[in-house]
């Protein structure tokens, strides 16, 4: 195999399924719920897992199984499941792992519904949680407990755009043993490779920049192919699979990540630079502008620096709102990594239920702004920005 690796572009799009009999040149879509036995020994062997091969699509599909071959591939990881939803693959990973009285050390900072799972969900099966604030990554040892068996966190983190030092987790995994299981939604597979960094597993929501268009939600979990087995057998067995047709979707959008990440990298950076140099802005965030408090970091374990910018406008909360009220062509949404450009306030919408000290603790201060930098013409990006600041 190794031998025929190509670069990660070549992998993107010529990773794909045998052609039928139609010699199609573009890998068709498979709408089938199950697929036929050649007799009955076909049929136990099949079930008996002898013989690799589709049975029903709630444990593979031709096109799931093409786009999580082609993640596989990008991420550097031995196999994955795909999902219908990026929730469905970090609750189905944590939940296929792990037992009542197992303990999971994650960052503060992750995505909002993470964190509701930890907070709410995993309590009731007795599956305890704590918390290192991603700027004191020193701290993240005196969380771990004999019972400690994940360690979990985003980079960069959602919404702070906070960068935490990928091969320092991976040392602390290896040294006590933990699954270390990183959520790479923000960076995609082409911008950063967990795996290389010693994470085992690499979770992904393939609803923001790998589908890149806004069109379906979906799911993957890529790594060790022990942990992925399991995690398979619960998700066989549970059915949070992804549909063929998502999947058909994802892995086309797969064949332009490169091309598309690149352009929303370049329009971000730009968009950085002009909100640095504004004068209602208090700071701006971003991981390659050398202000970056881990810039060193973010180069040392990213292409690029991603499509999301995060800022501080001067004035608080109201100076937030009055910002968004503004825009004109971005879109208020709550989705991110689309072509179209998507501006959130946090405080006073995601985050709002959070106490402002629980605000502080994950870096979001009252003014902090979300700029998903989508592929518009980045002029007009920055000029829409422009007219609401003034
Ligand atoms: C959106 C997101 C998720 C959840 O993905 P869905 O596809 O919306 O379920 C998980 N992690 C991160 C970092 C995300 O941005």
């Known amino acids: 195999m190794s031998e025929d690796k190509k670069k990660f572009e070549t992998e993107a799009i010529r990773t794909q399924l045998e052609r039928s009999n139609f010699l199609e040149h573009s890998t068709p879509l498979y709408l089938t719920s199950s697929f036929v036995f ?6 136990r062997a099949s079930f008996t897992e002898e013989k690799a091969r589709n049975i029903y699509s709630r444990f593979s599909n031709p096109n799931t199984s093409e786009f999580v071959e082609k993640i596989c591939k990008m991420e550097g990881a031995e196999n994955g499941y795909a999902f219908a939803t990026g929730m469905a693959a970090v609750f189905s990973t944590f939940a296929a792992l792990l037992n009542s009285g197992d303990h999971i050390v994650s960052a503060r900072s992750v995505f909002g519904s993470t964190h509701t799972l930890f907070t ?14 991603i700027n004191e990554p020193e701290t993240i040892e005196s969380f771990i407990t004999p019972k400690t068996k994940i360690l979990y966190a985003e980079s960069p983190t959602n919404p702070a755009i906070d960068i935490i030092d990928l091969e320092y987790l991976g040392a602390i995994a290896k040294k006590y043993n933990l699954i270390l299981i990183i959520d790479n939604c923000f960076a995609t597979p082409y911008l950063q490779q967990p795996i290389k960094f010693g994470a085992h597993l690499v979770i992904h929501s393939a609803t923001k920049l790998i589908d890149g268009q806004g069109r379906v939600l979906g799911g993957v979990t890529v790594g ?10 619960f998700s066989r067995n549970t059915g949070p699979a992804l549909s063929p047709f998502n999947a058909w979707v994802l892995s086309k959008s797969l064949e332009t990540l490169s091309v598309r990440v690149d352009k929303h990298c370049e329009n971000a950076l730009k968009v950085a630079e002009f909100l640095e140099g504004h ?13 970056h408090p881990q810039y060193n970091v973010a180069k040392k374990q990213m292409k690029l620096g991603g499509n999301i910018v995060a800022f501080e406008i001067n004035g608080g909360l109201e ?30 919408t995601t985050h709002s239920k959070l106490s402002e000290r629980d605000r502080l603790e994950v870096s979001i201060t009252d003014g902090l ?3 998903s930098v989508g592929l518009e013409h980045v002029d007009d990006i920055i000029n829409d920005l422009k007219q609401a600041l003034n």
């Open 224 to 233: 060790r192919a022990d942990l992925i087995r399991d995690i398979y057998l």
């Open 38 to 43: 050649e007799d009955a020994e076909d049929m």
């Open 279 to 291: 004068s209602k802005i208090n700071w701006v965030k971003y991981p390659f502008l050398k202000s």
């Open 369 to 371: 702004v979300r700029v």
């Open 319 to 348: 100076a937030g709102r009055k910002f968004l009220n503004a825009i004109k062509m971005c879109s208020l949404s709550a989705n991110l990594g689309d072509t179209r450009s998507i501006v959130t306030h946090p405080a006073s």
């Open 120 to 133: 709410t969900y995993f309590p009731k099966w007795n599956i305890s949680t704590s918390y290192f604030n």
